[in-house]
């Protein structure tokens, strides 16, 4: 039988991944002083399981490394080494090369092993610096499973003689002698005699009916490797006296003194018959010994894997099976309804479709919660990232996370990990201060930044705040005026300063450091989360720090629509985008710059676009005050939107036009609709880009007229 | 065809001894740690115990002991999957009343010649 190990790979891998985070949690956790035993026992069995696994699944260059790694590991287990900050480092930095080198692996490369070798190298010299340690770290490289025999490949010349007193507790290891003499037999083809003695057998008062009393004397007439031999008493050398000798010329007295001792002492003489093995059996072995040589092998024939799996919890796949199964109850009753259905029963009907329609919506919730996972696996990254950016820069820097079991998509959480890298870097790097100014300023010398995540109003909301020196008002005020986003004469209130951080182009940082500054600025931050249907604000104290606020829609698979209808077709906002809608009123409306519509909104003007000249629909004039206009934000920007009238609120899938059709401006998405019409749903975020109106021109324009 | 237990924290361990197990024709039960294993043990009884040392809540040399308490795990074979082919190890095992020992990495084949000597 032949196995493809393969198929086990992307398990493995997913595993292993699991378990570099464990042990980069670990150790970050770790108190150095006093190591806490479970930390260092969890630590110790993720490398423990990978190096298995590397091993098993042929990733011999894996296993290799991650050697060390455990062996060091064991050693500070065992309570023979004490932890200190450079074996921390070095496993945290092993932790990177282990999981660069699965990655490599898994992406179908040959994994670049220099990093590997000179960790290597430096795990060997911390373990040879004292003499205890060495003798451990010389094992478990062999996969040859016997060290208690030793390895002889001699063919005896006749056979042998093995003489085997087995401890009367043998039995209780669940070691049985018959089947281990079948054994014998399979691979000496039955030429072999058994002569068991009763010597040590007690008087009948004297047994223990759980002991094994017996002994016996096996002579072995086919010349076999030696080392088949050791493997059966492999188990049992320690338990038993098994003394194997080769048979020579002469050698064949030794069985037959035994026998005719045991006859001479004339104590009742019993053969072990040893029965006949199918010969099967014997092939079937021979033939999987063929084919167990190459493990590596095996990993070439597999292609790399790419398609991603999520674990999910029993729970959750256990209510989506009783929503199932409620389904299926409503389902054959409107069928049973359908079968003879006549006018009387309408009512029944309408109960049956409301039922089913609470089953798809309880279903659809449920599915949606298989995609969902908890932030921490986001967050968990972070503290490995605030201590190595804290060491750099010699700050001390606390990091408290909270609100970790915030569940959200995981599409969205893969998307979101970048931009909140980006900006917990800026806040250590730009916000935190270094310890002596923080002193100076009557703080504690340790920065705080602290990650909090929570559900509101069917978002999820991402705060990253340290207790830095804040945002500087008057350098981005200064910065802005040099780099041409705003002129001198613009007075802006702080929410609109910090605000400008998020324009393109915009640092303020003295010196681009090793750690920000690398020409992904906070515009690109703002664009990733914006094209999540995210959002983000910044507000800032000067010497108190810094709060930065995301918010993002919990999955990007669904949204909350508003209908509206222009022309004949149908257009969806996203429901979060809305300010309010509007009767339109033509005084309220007003020229500016010649072409623009600015609609005057209390104190507000707002520029005005209309949905039918945008996408080209063919309208039929109606009355002006017919019209409806939906007063739409994005990115802190007011529009009205002129529609031709508002329709229902629903939720719609988001089917991607980008991977169906083309990428359409002004369009984010399509749904289909219950009669089965295709909606476009609206990029609110575009729609001052494509119109070409803005607050800012407006204003500008206004301000000129 | 024998009824097996196997104990691994290792998901992609245990996937690929089921696998194998069940690809010879044996039934085989999983379980993830020691305590999981020993609960599946006390409702019935196996033919053969195939478990992985080191697993948090209760490590495989803890679980063999607790077996050989049982009535109907005092003979059953218990066959320890270990990375650790040093000598104290496998003595811990054996004074646990581990049968034997698989040394880490095994491939399918191994596992089923090895586990041929203890079923029978």
Same mark, same amino acid.
């Given at each position: 039988m032949s196995i493809d190990l393969s198929q086990f790979h992307q398990v493995f891998y997913e595993e292993s991944y699991e378990g570099l985070d464990a042990m980069e949690q670990g150790l970050l956790e770790m108190d150095i002083e006093a190591p806490d035993d479970e930390v260092i026992n969890t630590i110790f069995r993720a490398a423990h399981s990978i190096k298995g696994g590397s091993g098993t699944f042929g990733f011999n260059q894996v296993a290799e490394f991650t050697h060390v790694v455990e062996t060091l590991l064991d050693e500070v287990r065992s309570g023979h080494r004490a932890m200190n900050q450079s074996i921390m480092d070095l496993l945290l930095i092993s932790v990177d090369c282990m999981r660069s080198l699965l990655e490599e692996l898994q992406a179908g490369d040959d994994p670049d092993l220099s990093q590997a070798k000179d960790l290597k190298s430096q795990f060997e010299s911390i373990l040879n610096s004292d003499s205890e340690p060495a003798e451990s770290a010389s094992?478990?490289?062999?996969?040859? $499973?016997?060290?208690?025999v030793e390895d002889n490949n001699d063919t005896g010349g006749k056979g042998y003689h093995v003489h085997f007193v087995p401890e009367v507790t043998l039995l209780q290891t669940g070691n049985e002698p018959t089947r281990m003499f079948r054994q014998l037999a399979e691979i000496c083809d039955n030429q072999m005699e058994v002569v068991c003695s009763f010597d040590r057998m007690p008087s009948l008062t004297g047994m223990n009916p759980e002991h094994c009393y017996l002994s016996w004397d096996i002579k072995i007439t086919k010349a076999i490797d030696r080392h088949e031999i050791d493997e059966i008493f492999e188990w049992v050398i320690d338990d038993a006296e098994v003394i194997i000798t080769e048979l020579s010329g002469d050698a064949d007295s030794a069985v037959n003194s035994i026998e005719a001792k045991s006859i001479d002492s004339s104590t009742p003489q019993v053969e072990t018959v040893v029965e006949p093995v199918e010969q099967k059996e014997i092939a079937s072995i021979v033939e999987q010994k063929e084919t167990a040589k190459?493990?590596? /092998? @095996? /990993?070439? /024939?597999?292609?790399?894997?790419e398609s991603s799996s999520i674990r999910v919890s029993i729970d959750k796949v256990d209510s989506l099976i009783n929503m199932v199964g409620e389904l299926v109850i409503t389902q054959s009753m409107l069928g049973q309804l359908g079968?003879?259905?006549?006018?009387?029963r309408v009512q029944r009907l309408q109960e049956g479709l409301a039922q089913l329609e609470h089953n798809t919506r309880e279903l659809q919730e449920s599915v949606m919660k298989i995609r969902m996972m908890p932030i921490s696996f986001v967050f968990s990254r972070f503290p490995r990232l605030v201590r190595d950016v804290s060491r750099t820069l010699n700050k001390k820097i606390d990091l408290v996370l909270s609100g970790e079991n915030t569940e959200l998509d995981k599409t969205v959480m893969e998307k979101i990990g970048d931009p909140m890298v980006h900006l917990i870097r800026n806040s250590i790097d730009h916000g935190i201060e270094m310890p002596d100014v923080r002193a100076s300023a009557g703080k504690s010398e340790t920065g705080t930044v602290e990650l909090n995540a929570f559900h509101q109003s069917g978002n999820i909301v991402i705060e990253i705040k340290d207790d %830095?020196? $804040?945002?500087n008002k008057e350098r981005i005020h200064q910065k802005a005026i040099e780099n041409g986003l705003i002129d001198e004469s613009t007075i802006l209130s702080d929410e609109k300063i910090f605000d400008l951080i998020f324009q393109p182009g915009f640092s303020t940082a003295d010196a681009v450091s090793d750690l920000s500054?690398? %020409? @992904?600025g906070m515009d690109v931050v703002k664009r990733n989360i914006a094209s999540l249907n995210g959002s983000i604000e910044v507000s800032s104290e000067t010497g108190m720090g810094s709060r930065f606020v995301i918010r993002l829609p919990l999955t990007l698979a669904i949204l909350d629509g508003q209908l509206v209808r222009v022309g004949e077709e149908i257009f969806i906002f996203p429901l979060v985008s809305i300010v309010e809608s509007i009767q339109m009123d033509d005084t309220a409306i007003n020229k500016v710059g010649g072409h623009s519509d600015v609609l005057q909104l209390r104190d507000e003007y707002v520029p005005v676009v209309k949905l039918n000249e945008l996408f080209s629909v063919n309208i039929e004039e109606t009355a002006v005050d017919e019209k409806i206009i939906v007063v739409v934000e994005t990115e802190g920007e007011k529009m009205g939107v002129v529609v031709d009238e508002l329709l229902g609120q629903q939720q719609v899938v988001i089917k991607s036009l980008e991977e169906n059709f083309k990428k359409v401006e002004g369009i984010s998405g399509a749904t289909i609709l219950g009669d089965g019409t295709v909606a476009l749903i609206v990029d609110v975020s575009g729609l001052p880009k494509m119109s070409g109106t803005s607050v800012k021109q407006i204003e500008s324009a206004h301000k000129a007229a | 065809m024998a009824k097996i237990l196997a104990v691994d924290d290792s998901a992609s361990m245990r996937q690929m001894v089921c696998f194998t197990l069940k690809g010879a024709g044996h039934d085989v039960i999983e379980a993830s740690d020691g305590v999981e294993a020993l609960k599946l043990a006390q409702g019935q009884s196996v033919d053969l115990v195939l478990s992985d040392v080191n697993m948090p809540n209760m490590d495989g040399i803890t679980l063999c002991k607790n077996l050989r308490q049982l009535a109907t795990y005092k003979f059953t074979p218990i066959l320890m999957l270990t990375?650790?082919?040093?000598g104290d190890k496998k003595m811990e095992g054996k004074s646990a009343g581990a049968t034997g020992w698989i040394v880490k990495p095994f491939n399918p084949d191994q596992l089923l010649t090895t586990i041929k000597k203890v079923l029978g």
């Open positions: 094992d478990g490289g062999d996969n040859s $499973g016997g060290d208690a190459d493990p590596v /092998k @095996v /990993k070439t /024939k597999s292609s790399p894997p079968q003879n259905f006549d006018i009387s %830095g020196a $804040g945002l500054g690398r %020409g @992904v | 990375t650790e082919s040093t």
